[in-house]
């Protein structure tokens, strides 16, 4: 089992930044493939970004490339979401995921466990 808590989100101005927290609970963190979604009003969730267990890989959305960063700190039990050049259509409720020893996985239906998300905000 593995819990997870989101933190991180608020309001920012277009053009700003922020960084997302996501913590684990559970000794076997650095065992679990992590992901970003997000869901906008009226919208589908959708994959924002993914890393593997051991930070080797990442994947990112084409709408994000360039401007999110995905990291963790497996000591820490974290994984992190830099956000930076924010634009008013990140505005969303984020959540990050988790899945036991698998490569990025860009599909809901991939991850195991869900965070009950933060949101973010960013006005034009």
């Known amino acids: 089992q593995v819990q997870l808590v989101e933190s991180g989100g608020g309001l920012v101005q277009a053009g700003g930044s922020l960084r997302l927290s996501c913590a684990a609970s559970?000794?076997?963190?650095?065992?679990?493939?992590m992901g970003w979604f997000r869901q906008a009003p009226g919208k589908e969730r959708e994959f924002v970004a993914g890393?593997?267990?051991?930070?080797?890989?990442?994947s990112y959305s084409d709408s994000v490339k360039g401007r999110f960063t995905i990291s963790r700190d497996n000591a820490k039990n974290t994984v992190y979401l830099q956000m930076n050049s924010l634009k008013p259509e990140d505005t969303a409720v984020y959540s990050c995921a988790a899945v036991y020893l698998r490569l990025v996985v860009t599909t809901i239906a991939g991850y195991d466990y869900w965070g009950q998300g933060t949101q973010v905000t960013v006005s034009s």
């Open positions: 559970g000794r076997t963190f650095s065992r679990y493939t």
């Open positions: 890393i593997t267990w051991s930070g080797a890989s990442t």
